[in-house]
């Protein structure tokens, strides 16, 4: 449980820090992100999630 609670905060610290350095940024990222067809939307939070499953294994396998 301490381990979610972890990976949670780490998340919101994250992106805090993309609000407070680059707001117009996150704007116009979003902006793109709407211009975007949803297939291409999906398929890129699928590849994130992927991303994102690897990295966890590989802390994993490390000892985290």
């Given at each position: 449980?301490?381990?979610?609670?972890?990976?949670?905060?780490?998340?919101?610290?994250?992106?805090?820090?993309?609000?407070?350095?680059?707001?117009?940024?996150?704007?116009?990222?979003?902006?793109?992100?709407?211009?975007?067809?949803?297939?291409?939307?999906?398929?890129?939070?699928?590849?994130?999630?992927a991303?994102?499953?690897?990295?966890?294994?590989?802390?994993?396998?490390?000892?985290?």
């Amino acid at each position: 449980m301490a381990e979610i609670i972890l990976a949670l905060g780490l998340v919101l610290v994250v992106e805090g820090l993309v609000y407070v350095l680059a707001p117009s940024l996150v704007e116009r990222l979003l902006e793109m992100q709407r211009a975007l067809p949803e297939e291409q939307r999906r398929t890129a939070g699928m590849a994130a999630l992927a991303l994102g499953l690897a990295l966890i294994w590989l802390a994993h396998q490390l000892g985290a």
